[in-house]
């Protein structure tokens, strides 16, 4: 109760003067404690919930929030083996404290990533980097883009004023919108694939609760993309913001909400440009009628991809992940009926209201329907975005998209630190779908693919995910909070100091993160280890007793 209170206060302002937006630009000036005292009794909080938001983000913490220029800390950096190069060669231009790290920039096709001076940049070696920063050279994100199937996510708009004439026919009409998704089976690209239009339909008929005086709902879109290896959202953002837009802009007019936010991830600052760009667009055509956009910026967090922990970001508070029921449906942002939804999900929207629900039903599998953006990383030979039926066999898009591998690769890590690892020899068993990876004890995910080279320890992998959950954990229970840490520490010492991992006490350890934890980050990190203690067994079995 009095954590619904602390947090119903805080939603006086709501977006107009947002907290969280406050929180950041003192952080970001290094504002005195009494500026963030003076804050908190503005908002009529105490001082400790503006201090629990400043402290735990990446771009607002104390230690991290002076740094000049953030080196990409992402996976597929890591396994590429570019990030101490790049350190190094950074030394010769930045102080060493003047360094900070970045969760993965999106620049996984080229690695050497790093953010600076609101830009993100890939430099190969010192040249490339004394460009950057002595000229002050942009760089574009630049990465191949292809498709096998109808385009859906990845053709051009060639009008945009007659791509929102759409909404105008469908905007009356909220039932036949929701039936034609529904014939669609679009399912959520978060991760998650759950059905899209089960969420307007509960965002229709939620009740009105006591904080909602007025009819107020959201629609909110997670484009937080933090699983490192992924970057289509961020292709979906700055090649193709119209659709996303679109798509928040119909579920706007099918559920009665006039309101959309896009939470986008601090470490895409190009998507942040483009996609303001694409709303300044909207409003000078006046296209939208009075539905307003609004952009938050988020300030470097995993756990705020979780759409619960996502709200409360919004809301200016720690994001702590919350217990479902309610969802977000129900009891969404500010308390208000929320459709919250990936931004790939938006994306589709379009597509089948222009094309209808069976058109799109008909491409794909029965229950995996339509297309799916994959991220191929730079170990493949053509690195890029692929929209890809589903359904196709993994091999396929490997070889045909992906054009094979550069270097002997051992296995693949598919959908993010959450999804699993798959050995190189299952590859040719899996096709593109949410079915055939799960049956075979892996993930879709957001369908990011993240190459383990032959050489790359298996255990210095574990270690990273288990760091990275550590790392990113929001702490509000102890299966994640401290057995994350243990989790790592072992493997740590394994490495280090000879020491023998007791294989029951590892294997405990995984049960109760797995049926112990609230959310997914603790709950499905045990996935990607069981497959690597099940396909690399002899690898591994030097560190264990
Ligand atoms: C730790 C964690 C991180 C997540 N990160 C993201 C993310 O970056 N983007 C995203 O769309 N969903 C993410 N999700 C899933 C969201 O909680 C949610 O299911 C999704 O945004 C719903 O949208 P969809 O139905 O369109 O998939 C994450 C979940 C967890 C547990
Ligand atoms: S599993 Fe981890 S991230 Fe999820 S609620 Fe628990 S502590 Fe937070």
């Given at each position: 109760?009095?954590?619904?209170?602390?947090?119903?206060?805080?939603?006086?302002?709501?977006?107009?003067?947002?907290?969280?937006?406050?929180?950041?630009?003192?952080?970001?000036?290094?504002?005195?404690?009494?500026?963030?005292?003076?804050?908190?009794?503005?908002?009529?909080?105490?001082?400790?919930?503006?201090?629990?938001?400043?402290?735990?983000?990446?771009?607002?913490?104390?230690?991290?929030?002076?740094?000049?220029?953030?080196?990409?800390?992402?996976?597929?950096?890591?396994?590429?083996?570019?990030?101490?190069?790049?350190?190094?060669?950074?030394?010769?231009?930045?102080?060493?404290?003047?360094?900070?790290?970045?969760?993965?920039?999106?620049?996984?096709h080229?690695?050497?990533?790093?953010?600076?001076?609101?830009?993100?940049?890939?430099?190969?070696?010192?040249?490339?980097?004394?460009?950057?920063?002595?000229?002050?050279?942009?760089?574009?994100?630049?990465y191949n883009i292809g498709c096998n199937t109808t385009p859906i996510l990845t053709a051009?708009?060639?009008?945009?004023?007659?791509?929102?004439?759409?909404?105008?026919?469908?905007?009356?009409?909220?039932?036949?919108?929701?039936?034609?998704?529904?014939?669609?089976?679009l399912r959520?690209r978060?991760?998650?694939g759950?059905?899209?239009?089960?969420?307007?339909?509960?965002?229709?008929?939620?009740?009105?609760?006591?904080?909602?005086?007025?009819?107020?709902?959201?629609?909110?879109?997670?484009?937080?993309?933090?699983?490192?290896g992924a970057y289509s959202d961020?292709y979906l953002?700055?090649?193709q913001?119209?659709?996303?837009?679109?798509?928040?802009?119909?579920?706007?007019?099918?559920?009665?909400?006039?309101?959309?936010?896009?939470?986008?991830?601090?470490?895409?600052?190009?998507?942040?440009?483009?996609?303001?760009?694409?709303?300044?667009?909207?409003?000078?055509?006046?296209?939208?009628?009075?539905?307003?956009?609004?952009?938050?910026?988020?300030?470097?967090?995993?756990?705020?991809?979780?759409?619960?922990?996502?709200?409360?970001?919004?809301?200016?508070?720690?994001?702590?992940?919350?217990?479902?029921?309610?969802?977000?449906?129900?009891?969404?942002?500010?308390?208000?009926?929320?459709?919250?939804?990936?931004?790939e999900t938006?994306a589709n929207?379009?597509w089948?209201?222009?094309?209808?629900?069976?058109?799109y039903?008909a491409l794909g599998t029965?229950q995996s329907t339509g297309t799916k953006l994959v991220s191929l990383d730079?170990?493949f030979?053509s690195p890029g975005i692929y929209e890809i039926e589903m359904g196709t066999p993994l091999k396929t898009i490997f070889d045909e998209f992906g054009k094979?591998?550069?270097?002997?690769?051992?296995?693949f890590?598919i959908g993010?630190?959450?999804g699993?690892?798959v050995?190189?020899?299952?590859i040719k068993?899996l096709t593109l779908d949410f079915e055939s990876l799960?049956?075979?004890?892996?993930?879709l995910g957001h369908a990011s693919v993240?190459?383990?080279?032959?050489?790359?320890?298996?255990?210095?992998?574990?270690?990273?995910?288990?760091?990275?959950?550590?790392?990113?954990?929001?702490?509000?229970?102890?299966?994640?909070?401290?057995?994350?840490?243990?989790?790592?520490?072992?493997?740590?010492?394994?490495?280090?100091?000879?020491?023998?991992?007791?294989?029951?006490?590892?294997?405990?350890?995984?049960?109760?993160?797995?049926?112990?934890?609230?959310?997914?980050?603790?709950?499905?990190?045990?996935?990607?280890?069981?497959?690597?203690?099940?396909?690399?067994?002899?690898?591994?079995?030097?560190?264990?007793?």
């Amino acid at each position: 109760m009095a954590n619904k209170n602390i947090r119903s206060l805080s939603f006086r302002k709501e977006l107009d003067d947002n907290l969280f937006e406050n929180i950041t630009d003192l952080s970001h000036k290094n504002a005195s404690k009494s500026e963030f005292q003076e804050l908190a009794k503005r908002f009529m909080i105490d001082d400790s919930v503006v201090a629990a938001t400043a402290s735990f983000y990446d771009f607002t913490r104390e230690s991290n929030r002076n740094k000049k220029i953030h080196v990409c800390s992402g996976t597929a950096c890591m396994v590429a083996n570019t990030q101490n190069s790049l350190y190094k060669n950074l030394e010769n231009h930045f102080d060493p404290e003047e360094i900070g790290h970045a969760a993965c920039v999106g620049r996984c096709h080229t690695n050497n990533a790093f953010m600076y001076n609101d830009n993100t940049y890939s430099a190969n070696n010192e040249n490339e980097l004394g460009s950057i920063i002595d000229n002050k050279k942009y760089q574009e994100n630049n990465y191949n883009i292809g498709c096998n199937t109808t385009p859906i996510l990845t053709a051009e708009i060639e009008d945009i004023t007659a791509f929102y004439q759409l909404a105008e026919v469908h905007k009356n009409n909220p039932k036949q919108v929701i039936q034609e998704i529904k014939t669609s089976n679009l399912r959520g690209r978060g991760g998650a694939g759950f059905p899209f239009w089960f969420k307007l339909d509960a965002v229709i008929s939620a009740p009105l609760n006591n904080l909602s005086k007025e009819s107020q709902k959201y629609i909110v879109c997670n484009a937080d993309e933090g699983d490192p290896g992924a970057y289509s959202d961020m292709y979906l953002m700055e090649h193709q913001p119209h659709k996303v837009l679109f798509g928040m802009y119909m579920a706007g007019l099918t559920v009665g909400a006039n309101t959309g936010i896009l939470y986008i991830r601090g470490e895409y600052p190009d998507s942040i440009r483009i996609v303001g760009e694409a709303i300044s667009a909207l409003k000078e055509k006046k296209l939208i009628g009075d539905f307003k956009f609004k952009i938050i910026r988020g300030q470097g967090s995993y756990v705020c991809g979780e759409e619960t922990a996502l709200l409360s970001s919004i809301e200016g508070l720690r994001p702590e992940v919350r217990v479902r029921p309610p969802y977000p449906a129900q009891y969404g942002l500010f308390g208000k009926p929320t459709v919250l939804s990936n931004v790939e999900t938006f994306a589709n929207i379009h597509w089948i209201l222009q094309n209808g629900g069976e058109a799109y039903a008909a491409l794909g599998t029965k229950q995996s329907t339509g297309t799916k953006l994959v991220s191929l990383d730079s170990f493949f030979n053509s690195p890029g975005i692929y929209e890809i039926e589903m359904g196709t066999p993994l091999k396929t898009i490997f070889d045909e998209f992906g054009k094979g591998l550069k270097s002997d690769i051992k296995a693949f890590q598919i959908g993010g630190p959450l999804g699993g690892i798959v050995p190189s020899d299952k590859i040719k068993d899996l096709t593109l779908d949410f079915e055939s990876l799960n049956s075979n004890g892996f993930l879709l995910g957001h369908a990011s693919v993240v190459s383990i080279p032959k050489d790359f320890p298996m255990i210095q992998f574990l270690e990273h995910l288990l760091e990275f959950t550590a790392d990113e954990s929001c702490g509000k229970c102890y299966p994640c909070r401290i057995g994350s840490f243990r989790g790592m520490e072992m493997l740590q010492k394994a490495q280090k100091e000879g020491y023998k991992i007791d294989h029951q006490l590892f294997e405990d350890l995984l049960e109760t993160l797995e049926i112990g934890s609230l959310c997914a980050l603790g709950g499905g990190i045990p996935l990607p280890v069981k497959n690597a203690l099940q396909y690399f067994k002899e690898e591994l079995k030097q560190y264990f007793t």
